[in-house]
């Protein structure tokens, strides 16, 4: 199902490990911090709606903030601490990133309380990370302002309506100066630096989308996309290198450079019996909290679905001329100006969020057999199933249901004799280039029922603490994290060769020639440089906030007011 060594799950794969450590649910594909916050949505709107209209973000100030020194920020595999330079904030950091170019450090400062809390106010700090030198700073209230940092400059968005008028104005800030370039009202869904293009909604209640150079903000094109039965557009994907495939209501192929758009009806989205009466407020994610992405990417999101399950299809996958994706009711082949080639029918309303792939000719779709509610809640939809169609006709290879009653698929790994397909009880494993299937039961009640399947980023502090269990090279190993916040290591008869506590597991943020630096999938926040064979290199200390790595230099960002400044070398 999936492809060589690869795992799979409907949601993020860096941040599904640490969002069930933190007992949050499933997300799609979004930025981490915005589902972290999620939970407070409704909360939140509420207080927005009680609180008069002022402005959310200040102009740059040429005050600097900031002292620098020298300071200890990690240790190595013999206790010896590591120096390195530091950067010293007036207020606790908050969050930090490097632009895409390594040119820029964006810091993020905020109030807290004495008790950690943070508060509402606070700074963007801009910086030339080649010395450190502090080129502007502006003050904004991050409830109510998010921040995505590109090669054009830093586009701030923030919310400048009351109770009776529901308007967001973006604006794009110099990397150099602070100065806005521009400003417009409009909330951001989807930009691409190399195209000079952001494109976004009016508000939250509209159709209209329009697009903006992220030069100059001038108006490139308006057009219509009705967003009334989604959570904002769903992976948009670019084809031809200015035609992006957007799938919300229905599926659209828009042109970027003219705004001329082509659509196919499709049925991604079905009423949720348990949907919330606030129909539309959902749309105001905005106000939950600041936000950072780089690189090309979608954005804010939107939405006016809080009665519906949405994301009821397939990732793209594009071949030639072709485009392939699904909904509930059909698999469907286009070309790229929305011609359909072909469509095949899936049993009555079965199909749901789904992940294709295509090799050799072989279309295979597989059916999670779930939606998403209230953009980050997944629920069952439809059913689970495997089904193979060829790709130039769309006829029908194989089809095989893999539960008989409604049932989630909590993720996928690739193995070396096929694929793993794992439920919360049961997991299944379908032979490569074989329909034919086994399925293992799970000890639910002795080991808690199954709740994500990590991937190969994914390694253990064994018991003494002394080395990492790494993922087996050759994918003969699964791993899985149940509902008792324990990770079990399954060979491949699904036989437990390994436990280990949740708070014991780590993701890799990225990786080098020499090491990967991992972060704990709790909340403890605990970061390492890990060596390929499992040894330990440096240790962050505990008050390390976030890593972040830019050319040969590791930036350690710590809430106590510091960033440090190193150059990972070699023992």
Request: glycine share 6%.
């Amino acid at each position: 199902i999936m492809t060589t060594n690869a795992v799979h799950t409907p949601f993020n794969d860096r941040c599904i490990i640490r969002t069930t450590a933190m007992q949050l649910t499933h997300k799609p594909v979004t930025d981490m911090q915005t589902v972290k916050s999620v939970h407070y949505l409704f909360i939140i709107i509420m207080l927005m709606m009680l609180i008069p209209f002022s402005t959310r973000v200040s102009a740059a100030v040429a005050t600097d903030s900031t002292a620098f020194g020298k300071a200890a920020f990690a240790s190595d595999a013999k206790g010896n601490i590591i120096m390195g330079e530091a950067v010293y904030t007036a207020l606790p950091i908050y969050n930090a990133e490097c632009s895409d170019d390594g040119k820029y450090l964006c810091i993020q400062t905020r109030e807290a309380t004495k008790k950690g809390i943070w508060k509402n106010k606070g700074s963007i700090c801009m910086f030339d990370s080649s010395n450190m030198s502090q080129l502007w700073e502006t003050y904004v209230k991050y409830n109510s302002t998010q921040l995505s940092l590109t090669n054009h400059g830093l586009i701030l968005t923030y919310d400048t309506h009351n109770t009776s008028d529901w308007l967001y104005t973006t604006e794009m800030r110099d990397l150099n100066t602070g100065q806005v370039v521009w400003r417009n009202e409009l909330i951001p869904i989807y930009y691409n630096d190399s195209l000079n293009i952001v494109i976004g909604y009016e508000h939250p209640f509209t159709k209209t989308v329009k697009a903006l150079n992220l030069s100059d903000g001038n108006t490139r094109w308006i057009n219509e996309i009705p967003n009334n039965n989604t959570f904002g557009w769903t992976n948009p994907t670019v084809m031809d290198g200015t035609k992006l495939v957007v799938v919300n209501n229905d599926i659209y192929v828009i042109d970027m450079s003219t705004g001329r758009m082509n659509f196919a009806e499709a049925d991604t989205s079905t009423p949720w019996a348990k949907g919330i009466i606030m129909d539309g407020l959902a749309g105001l994610t905005l106000t939950i909290g600041a936000t950072l992405s780089t690189g090309t990417t979608s954005m804010f999101m939107p939405a006016t679905a809080g009665r519906r399950i949405f994301g009821l299809n397939s990732n793209v996958v594009t071949e030639g001329s072709r485009f392939y994706i699904s909904d509930r009711n059909r698999v469907y082949c286009f070309d790229h100006d929305m011609h359909q080639i072909w469509n095949s029918e899936l049993p009555d309303k079965s199909g749901s969020n789904a992940y294709m792939t295509l090799s050799d000719g072989r279309l295979r779709l597989l059916n999670h057999g779930l939606g998403m509610a209230m953009g980050y809640a997944p629920v069952k939809s439809g059913r689970p199933f495997v089904a193979e169609f060829d790709a130039a006709t769309g006829r029908q290879l194989s089809f095989r249901m893999l539960a008989d009653k409604k049932e989630m698929v909590v993720g996928t790994a690739a193995g070396p004799s096929g694929d793993n397909i794992v439920f919360d009880n049961m997991i299944t494993h379908i032979a490569h280039n074989d329909t034919a299937s086994t399925t293992t039961m799970w000890d639910y009640k002795s080991h808690g029922r199954i709740k994500a399947v990590l991937n190969k980023s994914c390694c253990a502090l064994k018991p003494d603490g002394t080395m990492f269990k790494m993922p087996a090279s050759d994918c003969s190993e699964l791993w899985v994290i149940t509902e008792k916040d324990s990770v079990f290591v399954l060979n491949q008869a699904y036989d437990i060769t390994g436990s280990y506590p949740l708070s014991n597991m780590y993701v890799s943020l990225f990786e080098s020639a020499d090491y990967s630096c991992v972060e704990a999938c709790t909340d403890k926040q605990d970061f390492w440089l890990v060596k390929s064979d499992g040894t330990p290199y440096r240790h962050f200390f505990e008050d390390t906030k976030d890593i972040i790595k830019t050319g040969d230099k590791i930036i350690a960002v710590k809430p106590g007011q510091l960033v440090f400044l190193c150059t990972a070398q070699k023992e």
